[in-house]
């Protein structure tokens, strides 16, 4: 069984940067589709990025297309969120996602129900 792991949250300044990492425990014996969500307080949790198997291929949310950017290490199914120009906005518990699925492409991509495995998340706090 395969469990996520997340690491990098913290306090920052409005249009400061932060790195999230996603990190396998377990086995991780073939590929998986990666994706980030959050959650802020009293929200649903909404999707945030994803990335393909190969990684070749990535889908962002609106709100932070030009600022994020979701990456992995191939080798060992890592997924990786870089936070530029951080907003108050931005204020939320991180959540990364897997799913052995192989399509990508779809709006599977962007829900919560498109994904088998989660962490447990790490917070994120953008101060004015």
């Known amino acids: 069984q395969v469990q996520l792991v997340e690491s990098g949250g913290g306090l920052v300044q409005a249009g400061g940067s932060l790195r999230l990492s996603c990190a396998p425990s377990g086995r991780t014996s073939s590929s998986y589709v990666m994706a980030w969500f959050r959650q802020a307080p009293g929200k649903e949790r909404e999707f945030v990025t994803a990335i393909n198997r190969s990684g070749d291929s990535t889908v962002s949310a609106e709100s932070v297309k030009g600022r994020f950017t979701i990456s992995r290490d191939n080798a060992k199914n890592t997924a990786y969120l870089q936070m530029n120009s951080l907003k108050p906005e931005d204020t939320a518990v991180y959540y990364c996602?897997?799913?052995?699925?192989?399509?990508?492409?779809?709006?599977?991509?962007?829900?919560?129900?498109?994904?088998?495995?989660w962490g447990q998340g790490t917070q994120v706090t953008v101060s004015s």
């Open positions: 996602a897997a799913d052995r699925r192989a399509g990508f492409g779809t709006t599977l991509d962007l829900v919560p129900e498109g994904y088998a495995y």
